[in-house]
């Protein structure tokens, strides 16, 4: 089993930065695919970044591509996620997911987080 917990949310102007951190508990972090996932208020879970098991390969929504990068590092039990030119419509909170299955735009994983608050103003 592996316990989740986000950190780093937080209010930001357009155009902004944030970096969102998720540390996971366990020592089997690197045999887990990592997921972002987001959901803003009124609208279902959206998938927004995966990251393989040794982080060689990801995959990102359209909406973020170019702006966020997700990354790990195993010998910290950490995923991150970077997120760059924050937009207002990049609201919501962010949760971090473990899974076994690398699948782009997959919103079915086997743990989360409890979520982080991303709030961008314009």
């Known amino acids: 089993q592996v316990q989740l917990v986000e950190s780093g949310g937080g209010l930001v102007q357009v155009g902004g930065s944030l970096r969102l951190s998720c540390a996971a508990s366990?020592?089997?972090?690197?045999?887990?695919?990592m997921g972002w996932l987001r959901q803003a208020p009124g609208k279902e879970r959206e998938f927004v970044a995966v990251?393989?098991?040794?982080?060689?390969?990801?995959f990102y929504a359209d909406s973020v591509k170019g702006r966020f990068t997700i990354s790990r590092d195993n010998a910290k039990n950490t995923v991150y996620l970077q997120m760059n030119s924050l937009k207002p419509e990049d609201t919501a909170v962010y949760y971090c997911?473990?899974?076994?299955?690398?699948?782009?735009?997959?919103?079915?994983?086997?743990?989360w987080g409890q979520g982080t608050q991303v709030t961008v103003s314009s």
């Open positions: 997911a473990a899974g076994s299955q690398l699948v782009h735009r997959n919103t079915k994983y086997d743990y």
């Open positions: 366990g020592r089997t972090f690197s045999t887990y695919v």
């Open positions: 990251i393989s098991w040794s982080g060689a390969t990801t």
